[in-house]
């Protein structure tokens, strides 16, 4: 994409797409233009762990250089769960930035953004079935979210996954399956938020900033 032919007229704003995924120790960043969605598509992603504080907003300049965020049109962020701290920084920046944009923010959960590709990994006659995506926490237990993929390849990303349980601590009583253990893969998975972002901006879909929060199962203050 070549940033010095960005028409800076107010006419011209509102083009670019930005997704953001923090729900492990890698920020995955990925971006297109929606006036040729297929050519500009962009990704970056940077294994920063807890460095994350001092570095999400100069990373995220690293795809689209600061003096463009005002031509931002739509934002997706993943919500979780994932690190407390992590996952609430890039909720916080979207959230910020779709408020004072005035433009829709897409929250997604980090679990429905990889259930498409874990459900590949089921033998055949349960990928069609409802399954659990389970996440092990140090001396916390699980978190379990259960999860349904629709594989009819006419539909779009946005009725592929559908979510039957939100992800919450399992009980140490409950045994649930078939069960697949989360496997990150922050590229895919914002690219495929991405994805998701693009079909709701064609689609028009509205989405307010207010209601995006992150997940995060094990924490004392409540999501709702």
């Known amino acids: 994409m070549k940033w010095d032919v960005i028409n800076e007229n107010k006419s011209a704003l509102g083009h670019f797409l930005m997704a953001m995924h923090s729900s492990s120790e890698t920020l995955g960043v990925a971006l297109l233009d929606s006036r040729d969605p297929e050519k500009s598509k962009r990704c970056l992603t940077f294994p920063i762990g807890k460095k994350l504080s001092n570095s999400l907003l100069s990373c995220v300049a690293k795809l689209l250089p600061t003096k463009y965020w005002s031509q931002l049109t739509r934002i997706a962020v993943a919500t ?17 930035l779709a408020q004072q944009l005035d433009c829709p923010l897409d929250g997604i959960g980090s679990f429905p953004l990889m259930a498409p590709r874990l459900a590949k990994t089921l033998c055949p006659k349960e990928q069609s079935q409802p399954f659990w995506i389970i996440k092990d926490l140090d001396k916390r237990g699980k978190v379990g979210g259960k999860y349904q993929v629709n594989h009819n390849c006419n539909i779009t990303c946005l009725d592929q996954v559908s979510e039957l349980e939100a992800p919450h601590l399992l009980g140490k009583d409950r045994h649930v399956y078939p069960l697949i253990h989360e496997n990150q893969d922050v590229e895919a998975d914002v690219q495929t938020l991405l994805e998701i972002c693009l079909e709701s901006h064609k689609i028009q879909k509205k989405s307010i900033w207010s209601d995006v929060l992150p997940i995060y199962p094990t924490s004392p203050v409540s999501n709702s």
């Open 80 to 96: 979780g769960p994932g690190g407390f701290t992590g996952t609430r920084l890039t909720v916080v920046m979207a959230r910020t």
